[in-house]
């Protein structure tokens, strides 16, 4: 093993915290024109570009914009606010039980 570093999978980037660590992770994913790449961009989370156009220059100057432009930190910062702020599930559970338990249609009496 190389110094302190653990073996790479193929494929695994290591785990960076920050701003930073999080563009570099989600620019290649999101390089591709798919509707989660396009909500991505249309967030201000990243770039899309369309498969048959992107070559090593364009996505070497995509992750340079996303890791240098200030705005994609600043709307991932935002995105995971809103979702930190999102109930988890075993938080949304008693809610769906009482709308449930709401909306349940109820035994007629005599039959």
Do not use: K, Y
């Amino acid at each position: 093993m190389r110094g302190d570093h653990p073996p790479r999978r193929r494929g695994h980037l290591p785990d960076r915290t920050g701003p930073r660590g999080a563009a570099g992770r989600r620019a290649v994913p999101d390089a591709c024109n798919t509707p989660r790449a396009e909500r991505a961009q249309a967030a201000g989370l990243a770039l899309t570009c369309p498969p048959e156009r992107l070559t090593a220059g364009r996505l070497r100057a995509m992750v340079r914009r996303v890791l240098d432009d200030p705005s994609f930190a600043h709307a991932a910062s935002r995105v995971s606010t809103e979702m930190l702020g999102t109930p988890t599930p075993a938080g949304i559970v008693p809610v769906l039980e009482r709308l449930v338990n709401a909306h349940r249609p109820r035994p007629r009496s005599g039959t």
